[in-house]
Every structure is written in structure tokens, then in C-alpha cells.
């Protein structure tokens, strides 16, 4: 069973810089796609950014192109995702998630079939 750590969030100040890590776990033989949700207070689950499992294919939301940066790392199965200009607005605890079953990145929360337990980002204003 696979399973997914997050490690990297905290307490940053509006234009600051997070790096945020997520590790696969577990019997994980191939290469997954993955990605990056977050939640914020009241507010549904949101599609942050995605990548494939080669790493060739990205997908950001808009409220986040041009700041955020995802990337896959050299251990198999790990993505990290580089966080600048940060905005108050950004605040929400931050979702790894994968698709064990599928090698393409996703948009969509309902395809990934992993989660992690979630990281909170902080920006103060």
C-alpha cells in the first residue's frame, strides 16, 4: 500500500518563499502521476498544480502560474513544489496526492486514489 508524506509548509510572510516535499511510501513500482490540492478554511478542496509521471506534462491553476513550480525529484515517486510570491491568499493546507493507476496528470481530486495527510501554509500579511 502506498503512502504519501508531505513536509516543507509553515508560516511565511506575503512575497516569502516555501518549498514543499512529498515522499511515496510503500510498494510503489512504477512511477506515478501526482499533484497538489490545497484547502483552505470553508472553502472546497482546489487543484493546485499536477505532473506526470515523467515528468514532461504540468498543469497549474491559474490563481498560481508564473509563482508556483512543480517538479519531480530523483528518488522515484517524490514531487516538490516550489512556492514564491507568496499571497495571504495562498494560505490553506496543502494535499499531496497520486494516481497509482495512471501515468497522466489530472486536474481532477476524484482521479487520485492517494492522498497525504496534508501540510499548512501560513502567508501573513
Known amino acids: 500500500q502506498v503512502q504519501l508524506v508531505e513536509s516543507g509548509g509553515g508560516l511565511v510572510q506575503v512575497g516569502g518563499s516555501l518549498r514543499l516535499s512529498c515522499a511515496a511510501s510503500?510498494?510503489?513500482?512504477?512511477?506515478?502521476?501526482m499533484g497538489w490540492f490545497r484547502q483552505a478554511p470553508g472553502n472546497e478542496r482546489e487543484f493546485v498544480t499536477a505532473?506526470?509521471?515523467?515528468?514532461?506534462?504540468?498543469y497549474y491553476a491559474d490563481s498560481v502560474k508564473g509563482r508556483f513550480t512543480i517538479s519531480r525529484g530523483n528518488a522515484k515517486n517524490t514531487v516538490n513544489l516550489q512556492m514564491n510570491s507568496l499571497k495571504p491568499e495562498d494560505t490553506a493546507v496543502y494535499y499531496c496526492?497520486?494516481?497509482?493507476?495512471?501515468?497522466?496528470?489530472?486536474?481532477?481530486?476524484?482521479?487520485?486514489?492517494?492522498w497525504g495527510q496534508g501540510t499548512q501554509v501560513t502567508v501573513s500579511s
Open positions: 505532473i506526470g509521471s515523467s515528468g514532461s506534462t504540468r
Open positions: 510503500g510498494r510503489t513500482s512504477r512511477s506515478y502521476a
Open positions: 496526492a497520486a494516481r497509482s493507476q495512471s501515468i497522466f496528470s489530472s486536474t481532477r481530486f476524484y482521479e487520485y486514489d492517494t
